[in-house]
């Protein structure tokens, strides 16, 4: 029996599948193009997307946990539901679903709605399920870091009330630590959530003096606009796309990614180490600084 891991081939999966390997479990893949995918060896890897109905049955022999992780898609639903009932049918009751924090606050935001709606299957269902709710990824500002370096400016609109930005690898380790746990315990663990939080609670103003003493110059922050995110990042994605990021951006600025009394000692206690903080993890995508 093994461990399906879905969105092996994205920031997190990628590193739930090393983690996973690290830790000697037996993992099967599922993805579009197994030709670009480069994985350790040992890993085996099934062909398929999660509405090829035919690929995610046939990925699912011989299962006994899940990794559930759905890209933002528009149809993003409809394949955590197709999901979520194959394997029921295929008799897995074991799963790790990655949501995202506040999704049953910020319900105006689709994908943080979708993710709502599935944990809720997750719990109707009655599957033995670990729910990750990351804040943040750190790992985002990869795609701002010319803005940054060559403009001086850290656009992204996070507000003043706080992001407890998470690192993509403190999220793969916590996800396939829970994975092992729950493939390992009783078939009747009940439904926990964990929110995965970075060790410090940024402003924009915050993010923007850590790049300024990481650069040695001074980096401004782009302001609490989300119109003017949404413009740009239209630029590069679907209009759908962006102006959901648009609305995700609005309830950053309006109530902030802020952990509840506990959530980063519980995180440290389950890894036995501390988090990556944003200025360590900044500082790697600027070695020459």
């Known amino acids: ?86 394997a029921r049918e295929a008799g897995v009751q074991r799963l ?37 709710r990351p804040t943040y990824f750190i790992d985002n500002e990869l795609m701002i870091k010319d803005v940054i370096v060559n403009h001086g400016v850290y656009p992204m609109p996070i507000g003043g009330k706080g992001v407890a930005m998470v690192d993509a690898r403190d999220i793969a380790e916590v996800a396939a630590i829970e994975l092992i746990r729950r493939r390992q315990g009783p078939a009747d663990l009940p439904v926990e959530t964990i929110n995965l939080v970075g060790p410090d609670t940024l402003t924009g103003a915050d993010v923007a003096a850590i790049w300024s003493d990481i650069l040695g110059r001074p980096i401004a922050y782009g302001g609490d606009d989300p119109s003017g995110f949404e413009r740009t990042m239209a630029g590069f994605m679907p209009k759908w796309m962006a102006y959901e990021m648009r609305l995700m951006a609005e309830r950053y600025v309006s109530d902030g990614m802020i952990p509840e009394a506990g959530d980063v000692e519980r995180l440290t206690g389950i890894l036995g180490r501390p988090l990556h903080s944003y200025r360590d993890v900044a500082r790697g995508l600027v070695p020459s600084a």
């Open 1 to 86: 029996m093994t461990i399906l891991v879905t969105g092996a081939t994205g920031r997190v999966g990628r590193h739930v599948v090393d983690q996973l390997v690290k830790r000697g479990a037996p993992v099967r893949v599922l993805t579009r193009d197994p030709s670009k995918a480069d994985f350790p060896a040992g890993v085996d890897v099934a062909q398929g997307d999660l509405l090829d109905i035919d690929a995610v049955r046939a990925a699912f022999a011989g299962v006994d946990t899940l990794f559930l992780l759905n890209a933002v898609t528009g149809d993003e639903f409809t394949q955590a539901i197709i999901t979520l009932n194959i």
């Open 96 to 132: 790790v679903y990655l949501s995202v924090i506040h999704a049953d606050r910020f319900v105006n935001v689709p994908h943080f709605a979708v993710k709502l709606g599935a944990e809720r299957m997750i719990e109707q269902m009655g599957f033995s399920a670990t729910i990750l």
